[in-house]
């Protein structure tokens, strides 16, 4: 590999490592004859950050050279940093040399913006068409589309990508104003739209024509800064429940905020990330999704922020004693999802068994619910009603902190994304 190859990549991944996510594939697709790579459908990441995130793709800039001078990003151009661009060629070759020596499992590919939203769009288009067409690279692409982009340019990445996104960054018009002023959501929200638009056309398509080109199979996600503003939970669960309202939005992720820039007064000064809070939104996301959870419910008039102390789905359950104890014998689906201690897989279980006999406790050891947490809201056979009716929430709250406690040492910890 050339010196400047290698110069770049180390200046332009180092510059793309502070926009983390979770991120997963969400798409499977097989190796075809002729054709390089796959794609699995629970996800890409096969290796892991210290604190839990994914880094197993190729997560790069195409440049960090950028027009807009926002207080929270490194690349900013009032910062004076190492700056470098690659070649449309370049991150190709790239990409499957990486590819090739197993070194990857999927390419990330984002950019700071150079001219305008188009130019950069346009080059970023290229590499992913580059990749499908010239190397028949069948594997994963998950690329940024850069806000205010063109509907054309927009339309052309999602038939080479695997996933779009376009980042809304700061949770309100307002913070994102003051953050970064030459910015705004309408920006955000036109590309959203027009790959939303996408994905209906191809659909309709497809139902009258085979072979319609694919569009984004794995639908699109979004981003969000958490910490670098002053939202609450509360908000910023209510607009991801909106976002989750569009057909083709997949994932919202939530990016703890990393002062990279501390020189800014507009930023809150933070000796690390959020990444406590972090963890806490995308639980309260995963209760949304899958727990048939509200963002209202989640954080209530109440309740603007999600407690860091325990986990959203055992904060709502002892903010509601009324609701329980259940009796898991007769509870129906959705009430069994309430419960602390029972996951989805757990509740399908426990419905299933019990049309063969009652549950008692043991059984539902056997069945994977963690019956330190659920045994305070459930009663079953042969178990007394000695629940959050006769235990005090305030009581049961700090005896799961305490055993949380006693759980972890300081070596568990989350760690700081920066080494």
Request: aromatic share 10%; glycine share 4%; hydrophobic share 35%.
């Amino acid at each position: 590999m050339k010196d400047t190859i290698v110069k770049k990549l180390e200046i332009l991944a180092d510059s793309a490592k502070y926009d983390v996510s979770c991120s997963s594939s969400g798409v499977s697709r097989n190796r075809k004859d002729g054709a390089i790579g796959n794609t699995s459908g629970w996800g890409i990441c096969h290796t892991y950050t210290e604190d839990g995130r994914c880094v197993s793709l190729l997560k790069i800039l195409f440049t960090n050279v950028c027009i807009y001078d926002c207080a929270y990003c490194i690349n900013r151009r009032s910062n004076d940093i190492e700056r470098a661009s690659f070649t449309v060629k370049e991150l190709a070759e790239l990409t499957i040399e990486f590819y090739r020596r197993n070194y990857i499992e999927g390419l990330f590919l984002s950019s700071g913006i150079v001219k305008n939203a188009d130019y950069t769009m346009e080059r970023m288009v290229r590499v992913i068409k580059e990749l499908r067409t010239t190397y028949h690279y069948n594997g994963y692409i998950h690329m940024k589309s850069i806000p205010g982009a063109s509907q054309e340019l927009v339309y052309e990445a999602g038939l080479y990508a695997d996933r779009l996104s376009v980042n809304i960054e700061i949770p309100s018009e307002h913070s994102l104003k003051l953050l970064a002023p030459e910015k705004d959501h309408q920006s955000v929200y036109k590309p959203m739209h027009y790959i939303q638009q996408g994905v209906i056309q191809y659909k309709e398509e497809r139902k009258k024509f085979k072979k319609t080109p694919r569009f984004v199979p794995a639908g699109q996600s979004t981003q969000m800064i958490i910490g670098a503003s002053n939202e609450s939970d509360r908000d910023i669960l209510k607009l991801s429940s909106l976002l989750y309202q569009r057909q083709s939005m997949k994932r919202v992720y939530y990016s703890g905020f990393i002062p990279v820039n501390s020189y800014d007064n507009r930023l809150p000064v933070l000796k690390a990330a959020p990444l406590v809070r972090e963890n806490r939104l995308y639980q309260a996301d995963w209760l949304m999704r899958f727990y048939q959870f509200k963002a209202e419910e989640i954080v209530d008039g109440n309740t603007a922020n999600l407690d860091l102390d325990m986990d959203p789905k055992l904060a709502w359950a002892l903010r509601h004693p009324e609701f329980f104890p259940i009796d898991i014998n007769k509870a129906d689906y959705a009430e069994i999802l309430r419960v602390p201690g029972i996951g989805i897989k757990s509740a399908k279980l426990i419905v299933t068994a019990r049309k063969h006999s009652k549950l008692d406790f043991e059984q539902l050891r056997k069945i994977g619910v963690v019956l330190k947490r659920a045994q305070y809201f459930i009663y079953c056979l042969g178990s007394p009603l000695s629940t959050s009716y006769s235990i005090n929430p305030i009581t049961i709250r700090q005896m799961l902190i305490n055993s949380q406690k006693n759980v972890l040492n300081p070596e568990q910890q989350q760690l700081s994304l920066i080494l």
